[in-house]
């Protein structure tokens, strides 16, 4: 197998490194950091993919240049809310789920400060990752908007790895393959 797989997204071409998840299981390694041209890219054909929306949430970390860039896209004051890995000193009364992804070992927890899940209540919520595999922080971001009485209009991501390409309650630009050895 190569040592890299060539993902073409938003009209621009990326090597993506090949990498061991187990030794049943290797993932293209997609990292939108530092790439702005790939952010901008990506977020403008994003945006105009998803319906109309009042506020963008995304996990803590991959996923906020993309939800960074829609925001700044979308213009007027747009927000952008990060759920957090770790409760901060700042955060007051903060609310969280578990989530487990495929790309780190250990189980997690997303936060979120009251006053952020206070102004997502009643409003149109953009849920964004930059990609979408097991659908677990995907699941866990949901949580947390439920939670806030948030109202989900729609998921987005730059990619869809495996069986999540599948899925039709999802936006996503591409496929990502899984690589079974």
């Not at 049943?24 to 790439?35: E, Q």
């Not at 105009?48 to 240049?65: L, R």
């Not at 919520?125 to 595999?133: A, E, H, N, R, Y």
Request: contains cysteine.
């Amino acid at each position: 197998m190569s040592e890299y797989y060539t993902l073409k997204v938003a009209g621009l071409e990326r090597k993506l490194p090949i990498c061991e998840v187990n030794e049943h299981l290797d993932i293209a390694g997609f990292v939108m950091f530092s790439d702005v041209e790939l952010t901008v890219a990506c977020a403008e054909a994003l945006l105009k993919k998803v319906p109309k929306f009042d506020v963008i949430v995304t996990a803590e970390s991959k996923g906020i240049p993309l939800a960074y860039e829609m925001s700044r896209q979308v213009g007027g004051g747009m927000r952008y809310i990060v759920a957090r890995k770790m409760p901060k000193l700042y955060m007051r009364d903060p609310i969280s789920v578990d989530v487990r992804s495929i790309t780190t070992a250990a189980d997690q927890k997303l936060w979120l400060d009251r006053n952020e899940a206070d102004y997502l209540k009643g409003k149109r919520i953009l849920v964004v990752d930059d990609v979408i595999s097991t659908g677990e922080s995907l699941e866990a971001l949901d949580k947390l908007v439920a939670y806030a009485e948030g109202n989900i209009v729609a998921q987005a991501a730059v990619l869809a790895e495996g069986d999540a390409a599948k899925r039709t309650d999802i936006v996503f630009l591409e496929e990502l393959p899984l690589f079974f050895k």
